[in-house]
């Protein structure tokens, strides 16, 4: 049979030394082939970093004779490519009779696939695959019906039991970690993961402590061409250097980002040449459509990587026979021509020809596989349109942790805790609380900017240290080392991602983002990932961990990049906990239990607030707690109520004694935590008082307080004898100069004046 599949030709190879086995009419000629034709590698990039490091070109670029692709092997890859093609093909037909409702493929990217697969280890390696990636699972021992599960949106789905589009890849029992949407958030998940790898070498508590845990597993993760464009991109593979992380990206280059060619993605139309230069990192490049150059290609890849010698880059040339997805059509921006030249490299295609031209198996062999394939889909396919879908009430499952809940009384030692010492700031007491938990849980690592007292760890002793710009972590690098304290690359994005990993294993981050108004470049990783992980996957997976972020203003001199307070941006993403202390005891008590909790927690200190002598306190005891959604009643009154939370709390409570002098009573409930809050709390003050006033230093329009307020003239419209009312900044920026921040923020003469009006109404 005369194919064109000639450049994977395979060669005799030589002799073995060990008797030949007994073989069948259909594999008996797969003895006599072997690689050698397909071509040399190129020689791999590199640069280690330290001299003990193996440089990569020491690694095997060949295999041995013995290592050579058997007929079995050559055979079950074949299989698999096909079967992913299919099950392609398969739902592209389900979704042109509406039976499914999106359909993205991996058409074309299967050899490469399926190469990463027979090198990994499923269970054991760490998996962040891309949309792209049918064939790798199914290789890692996924099945046609969990993936057509998936297409249909069936409760019984292991990706995400229905929350996610088909081909947003996820599998408990392999070790692949829940796949979103946006391009690139998982290369930092991913680099994370392989950190906590790096992190148990160097902490031995947790070897005894976290059980999925091998020395030499590795963190596979993939992306496409599009993706290298995205700046975290860039930000994974620069930690994943700088560690030698055993990390290995696979990018599958289509050459296509939707309709974006590569030449205007990037410069030059070549990621890998871009990258090269970073130190440790082994870069290879492959024609991702030949499965046995691939197979070479990723295992030396692979070897590198579980050598701990650092992370590799394998930049696989791919085709992409299909449109982006069934949302898309190739032919507005793709010539014909260009269409049918890529048509010529489809892997499954050439891989069969040449299965049949080499003699590993005939025509007759071939079409049986087929035959059996086809079959096993449609069969797959029937049982995954009966499965049942996941029942309407089952919606708000798994928003949150349904083991650990930070509301019960198992959270609660706050009443009647003895306390001790000399009055400590929220700066010291929050201190407290880090150190008191990090000696408990050897899974705690504090990372951010800054944090560590210095990273050079030579100089400890002879430097005062940072700890933070606030002092607020001071010393805990010198008490519990550098392999638990240390600083991180000025990315935010890099300090959430990374932790997100981390917590994927089992560790428990404590990050710091230096000022709230620098979060945003993290805001794809906290609204799209952290907050949805638990979610989005039927509770499979979760990433509990601490985001401290210095928040506010009243700094005088602040301006507008540091005295933002946009709270309510982050209080209505579903699964984030939101928590807002006032005073020094609450800080401790509470950062006490976004540690212990099993939800990701969003820490807000405010930094006017940090050094404050009214709100100092004694020490607690190393198991102060105080329990989300319990607010605390600040002040008693029975004329009207001030529902607040931080800065304002200290302000309404000067505003409440002047109103006090002039015969009015108010009662002021401080929040503590915003997400969940105590509606209970309020509802019981606002019928004791039938007046309400919500204070905030968020603006006034669309802040937290307009639910507060919204809910109160839903819920409480008949307690009520006046107007809720509320007091928050101007719809504005905060200012520089003293007299404008003063007339932009809210102050207590503007509580008090809110106080007089809504008593006379």
Not at 241 to 251: A, D, E, G, Q, T
Request: hydrophobic share 40%; aromatic share 8%.
């Amino acid at each position: 049979m005369k194919t064109d599949t000639k450049v994977l030709k395979l060669v005799p190879k030589s002799t073995s030394p060990t008797p030949a086995k007994p073989q069948s009419d259909e594999t008996a000629k797969v003895e006599e082939i072997s690689v050698a034709s397909m071509p040399a590698p190129a020689e791999p990039i590199s640069r280690p970093s330290t001299p003990q490091a193996v440089p990569p070109a020491s690694l095997p670029k060949t295999s041995k004779a013995g290592d050579l692709p058997d007929s079995k092997l050559l055979i079950d890859m074949y299989r698999t490519m096909y079967l992913s093609r299919r099950i392609d093909d398969k739902e592209i037909q389900m979704k042109g009779q509406n039976r499914i409702f999106f359909q993205i493929s991996g058409a074309g990217h299967e050899a490469v696939l399926v190469a990463a697969g027979v090198v990994l280890k499923p269970g054991y390696d760490w998996f962040y695959p891309y949309y792209r990636d049918r064939a790798l699972c199914l290789q890692l021992g996924m099945t046609p019906l969990e993936q057509l599960l998936s297409a249909v949106g069936a409760e019984a789905d292991p990706n995400s039991h229905g929350r996610q589009m088909p081909s947003h890849w996820g599998h408990k029992k392999l070790n692949i970690v829940s796949q979103s949407s946006p391009t690139g958030t998982q290369l930092l998940q991913a680099v994370g993961c392989a950190e906590a790898s790096y992190r148990f070498e160097l902490i031995p508590e947790l070897k005894k402590r976290i059980k999925t845990f091998h020395d030499d597993e590795v963190t596979y993760v993939s992306l496409g061409e599009g993706t290298t464009s995205e700046g975290e991109f860039w930000e994974a593979l620069n930690t994943a250097s700088n560690l030698k992380l055993p990390v290995v990206f696979l990018l599958e280059d289509n050459g296509y980002a939707i309709s974006v060619p590569v030449e205007v993605q990037t410069a030059g139309g070549n990621a890998s040449r871009l990258v090269e230069n970073f130190p440790s990192l082994y870069v290879q490049r492959c024609d991702g459509t030949d499965p046995i150059e691939s197979l070479e290609t990723m295992r030396r890849a692979v070897e590198y990587a579980r050598r701990r010698q650092g992370p590799a880059l394998v930049h696989a040339k791919v085709i992409r026979p299909y449109s982006h997805s069934l949302s898309d059509d190739e032919k507005l921006y793709r010539s014909d021509e260009e269409r049918l030249s890529e048509n010529e490299r489809d892997p499954v295609k050439r891989f069969g020809a040449l299965l049949i031209d080499e003699g590993v198996i005939d025509q007759d062999g071939l079409q049986k596989i087929k035959d059996e394939i086809d079959a096993s889909v449609s069969e797959a396919a029937d049982q995954a349109l009966a499965a049942a879908q996941p029942a309407p009430d089952t919606a708000l499952n798994f928003v949150f942790s349904p083991d650990v809940d930070p509301t019960s009384k198992e959270f609660d030692t706050e009443d009647g805790a003895q306390l001790s010492g000399n009055p400590g700031t929220m700066v010291d007491l929050i201190n407290r609380t880090l150190h008191t938990e990090m000696e408990r849980d050897p899974s705690i690592v504090v990372f951010g900017e800054d944090v560590a007292d210095c990273s050079r760890e030579q100089y400890l002793n002879v430097v005062k240290g940072k700890g933070g710009v606030f002092k607020v972590t001071a010393n805990l690098q010198r008490k519990f080392g550098g392999n638990r304290v240390f600083n991180s690359p000025l990315a935010e994005a890099n300090i959430v991602g990374r932790a997100i990993g981390m917590a994927t294993r089992g560790m428990k981050p404590v990050v710091e983002i230096q000022f709230f108004d620098y979060i945003w470049p993290a805001m794809h990783q906290i609204r799209n990932e952290l907050a949805l992980l638990r979610w989005r996957s039927g509770n499979d997976w979760k990433a509990p961990l601490v985001i401290r972020v210095p928040i506010g203003g009243y700094l005088k001199g602040g301006a507008v990049y540091h005295s933002q307070s946009g709270v309510s941006t982050f209080t209505q993403i579903p699964g984030l906990r939101v928590i807002y202390p006032s005073n020094a005891l609450d800080a401790n008590g509470l950062l006490r239990t976004a540690i212990r909790c099993d939800d990701p927690v969003m820490f807000l200190e405010h930094k006017h607030l940090y050094r404050q002598a009214y709100n100092k306190s004694a020490y607690p005891p190393d198991d102060f707690m105080i329990p989300f959604g319990k607010a605390k009643k600040v002040r008693e009154g029975k004329d009207l109520t001030i529902v607040t939370y931080g800065a304002l709390v200290q302000r309404s409570i000067v505003a409440a004694k002047q109103a006090e002098q002039e015969g009015t009573s108010v009662e002021i409930i401080d929040l503590r935590s915003l997400v969940p809050y105590d509606w209970d709390a309020i509802v019981a003050s606002v019928r004791k008082t039938n007046r309400v006033i919500v204070a905030h230093e968020d603006s006034l329009s669309f802040g937290y307080g307009a639910e507060i307020a919204a809910r109160i003239a839903d819920e409480l419209f008949l307690d009520l004898d006046a107007p809720v009312r509320r007091v928050c900044a101007l719809d504005t920026f905060v200012a520089y100069a003293p007299q404008l921040e003063d007339a932009i923020l809210p102050q207590s003469s503007d509580v008090a004046k809110a106080i007089a009006e809504l008593k006379a109404y």
